[in-house]
């Protein structure tokens, strides 16, 4: 069952994955409105097993606690990241998880390398770290404005073209160190179209619930549409690499990159496989005294064991699982 359900989902996100080594063009490659033959009602049953399964695989990617996952999502204001996150991990554990929103980059952080902060906020063996926005912004917002790129003081750095291609190599040897051990990097980039944006911003007006998630800022970056078209195409074709590729999700419809954001993250915990571990024998048998002495406390007419009593099969000459 488990294989045949690892076998569908990555057959799913597959039109979705960026092939390493192709050359990305957003508009011609990827449709923001793709829904996969899927209904709304049927994507809502289909996300509700896609949680389910998240928070089995993250019980087991924490009690094994030797691989960590990093899960970063990319996209332009409205593309729906918080709301992405909200449903995703609905049904995960929060103490597994750890999410880490990135801003304007301050004075301290502007002393170190541009990787630093970024590097800070990583997870923990056994847990999920989630960037809403990343590292990424480093070749995005920095490029299509470059007075950004002031800020950070490089020491006699080439600018243009060179810089940029030496910011993916950079990116891409740091995703590989982290990969190598044990930390796996999965990439989201929620696909959005100029019109479906410009549709979300207008709600957020009109909607005087929605008024703060709105600033005037975010029409200004709007008209450098096209300048971030061409640098997400480019990042997209220079960064999608073998051990952390890029998938891009049609973000039109909200409901439909939910699923997919949630098929990419279970894709990449089923790859891991976690386990629960298992005990020696020297342990089992401390187990099993401990076990026969809380069975002795029990109250006269109680069962000795309420959970085995209630689920055969789990007492003393059950198998190690």
């Known amino acids: 069952m488990a294989d045949t359900s690892a076998r569908r989902i990555a057959e799913f996100i597959e039109p979705l994955r960026v092939k390493p080594g192709s050359k990305v ?16 009602p049927e994507g809502v049953e289909l996300l509700k097993a896609g949680v389910a399964l998240l928070a089995e695989y993250q019980a087991r990617l924490a009690a094994q606690d030797t691989y960590g996952v990093l899960l970063c999502l990319q996209a332009l204001d ?30 301290e952080e502007l002393d170190h390398d541009y990787l630093w902060r970024y590097a800070r906020r990583l997870p923990a063996r056994g847990d999920i770290a989630i960037f809403n926005r990343s590292h990424y912004e480093e070749v995005l917002v920095v490029r299509v404005h470059p007075q950004v790129l002031d800020r950070q003081r490089l020491p006699g750095a080439p600018h243009g073209k060179a810089l940029w291609k030496r910011r993916y190599r950079e990116i891409n040897d740091w995703e590989r160190y982290l990969t190598d051990n044990g930390f796996k990097v999965v990439k989201v980039f929620l696909n959005l179209s100029k019109e479906e944006q410009r549709a979300r911003f207008l709600k957020r007006i009109d909607l ?58 279970a894709h990449t915990l089923m790859e891991i496989d976690p386990q629960y571990p298992t005990v020696g024998a020297e342990v089992r048998e401390e187990l ?11 109250p006269e007419g109680a069962p000795a064991d309420p959970y085995e009593a209630d689920h055969p099969g789990t007492g003393p000459g059950r198998s190690p699982q």
């Open 288 to 298: 099993l005294a401990a076990r026969r002495e809380l069975e002795r406390e029990a």
């Open 208 to 265: 005087p619930e929605k008024n703060w998630k709105f600033s005037a800022a975010d029409v200004r970056e709007r008209r450098h549409w096209d300048d971030y078209q061409k640098a997400f195409s480019e990042m997209l074709s220079a960064t999608s690499t073998t051990w952390a590729p890029w998938y891009v999700v049609p973000a039109d419809r909200k409901w439909f990159a939910r699923i997919c954001a949630a098929a990419v993250l």
């Open 78 to 107: 409205a593309g729906g990241k918080d709301g992405t996150i909200r449903h995703v991990m609905s049904g995960v554990n929060p103490q597994g998880v750890k999410v880490s929103s990135f801003k304007v980059p301050s004075a």
């Open 25 to 40: 063009d957003l508009a011609e490659d990827f449709d923001p409105r793709y829904k996969a033959h899927l209904t709304k």
